[in-house]
C-alpha cells in the first residue's frame, strides 16, 4: 500500500483523542505537518472532551471529517466498550466519515470494544498495538530506568515491542488516505524480545548499568500499592502483566508494513535515538 499523500486537504478538522498522549501527540503533529486541521480532544482542550462526561464530546465531534480514537486508561477497563461505542455511534449522527481506533494486542475485552465501534457504522481502522516502546521512555517505566534496576511480573516472554512513531503513522493513513477502512492492522516491531533483552539494548545505547528482575505478581502489585498507584491503574496493569503477557503475542506481525509499504522500526534504533536525548541519565 502507498503512503501518497492526499490530493486535497480537507478543511474540516480531525478530532485527536487524546491529542497529549504518546501516540495521540504524534497523530497531531504529523496531521499539522500535512496541512490537515487539527482539533485536539482532552479535557483541557476547547472544546473540552472528558470522557466521564459524556455532554462533552457532540461539542468536540461537531463539524470533524475524521477522528482518531485513543481511550484511556486502555480499552481493556470495565465498562470501555460501552463508553467508545456511545462516542461512535455520536460521531455516526455527527456525520464523521472515518474513524481510526486504537486497540490492545491480545486484549478480548479490546476486541469486544472493536466490535461495537465498527458496528456504530462509521467506517472504521482498527489499530492493534504490541508494547509500546516509549513505555520505557515515556512512561510508567521511565522511572525504573532511571533507578537503574526494571522489576516486573514477567519472566522469559517475549513481545515484538512497536515503535509509537509507526503506530501513529498507520494511524495518520488511516485518516488520510482511501483503501483503509474495514482494516484491522495488528502492529508490531520486527522482532521478538525479552523485557531483560529490551532493558539489556536500553543500557547498551544508553551507556549504563541497567538490571531486569523479575518478580512475583503479588509482590510487585504490592510495591505499587505503597506507592500510592489508584485501584483502576492497579487492576489494569495487574491484568495486562497477569493474563496479556502469558505468551499469546509472542509473535511478530505484519501490520506496518501492510498499511504503510515499509518494514517496522526495530527497537535499537529506538533506543539508539531515544538514547541520544538524554532522557535515560538522572
Known amino acids: 500500500m502507498t503512503t501518497e499523500l492526499p490530493t486535497t486537504t480537507p478543511t474540516a478538522p480531525t478530532l485527536v483523542v487524546g491529542a497529549t498522549g504518546k501516540t495521540g501527540r504524534r497523530v497531531a503533529a504529523e496531521l499539522a505537518r500535512r496541512g490537515v486541521p487539527v482539533r485536539a480532544g482532552s479535557r ?3 472544546p473540552p ?6 455532554t462533552t464530546w457532540a461539542p468536540a465531534l461537531a463539524g470533524t471529517r475524521a477522528a482518531y480514537v485513543s481511550f484511556f486508561p486502555d480499552l481493556a477497563v470495565p465498562g470501555a466498550g460501552e463508553t467508545v461505542g456511545a462516542f461512535a455511534a455520536l460521531a455516526a449522527r ?5 474513524l481510526v481506533l486504537l486497540s490492545g494486542r491480545g486484549e478480548e475485552e479490546a476486541q469486544r470494544a472493536e466490535e461495537v465501534v465498527r458496528a456504530a457504522g462509521v467506517p472504521t481502522t482498527i ?7 516509549q513505555n520505557f521512555s515515556e512512561s510508567f517505566l521511565l522511572d525504573a530506568v532511571l533507578g537503574g534496576t526494571v522489576a516486573l511480573p514477567v519472566d522469559g516472554i517475549a513481545e515484538p515491542f512497536v515503535d509509537a512513531d509507526d503506530i501513529a503513522a498507520v494511524a495518520v493513513a488511516a485518516l488520510t488516505e482511501d483503501g483503509h477502512a474495514g482494516e484491522v492492522y495488528e502492529v508490531t516491531g520486527p ?8 532493558v539489556a539494548e536500553i543500557a547498551a545505547a544508553a551507556g549504563r548499568e541497567l538490571s531486569y528482575v523479575s518478580v512475583p505478581l503479588d509482590e510487585w502489585t504490592a510495591e505499587l500499592v505503597r506507592a500510592g498507584v489508584d485501584d483502576d491503574t492497579l487492576a489494569l496493569l495487574s491484568y495486562l502483566f497477569a493474563e496479556v503477557l502469558d505468551g499469546r503475542n509472542a509473535h511478530t506481525t505484519d501490520g506496518v508494513q501492510r498499511a504503510l509499504g515499509r518494514p517496522p522500526r526495530d527497537f535499537g534504533a ?5 538514547a541520544a536525548t538524554g532522557v535515560w541519565h538522572a
Open 270 to 274: 529506538f533506543a539508539a535515538d531515544t
Open 49 to 54: 472532551l472528558d470522557w466521564d462526561d459524556a
Open 44 to 46: 483541557s482542550a476547547t
Open 127 to 133: 489499530v492493534r498495538a504490541a508494547w509500546f516502546c
Open 94 to 98: 455527527e456525520g464523521v466519515e472515518r
Open 191 to 198: 522482532r521478538l524480545l525479552t523485557f531483560a533483552d529490551a
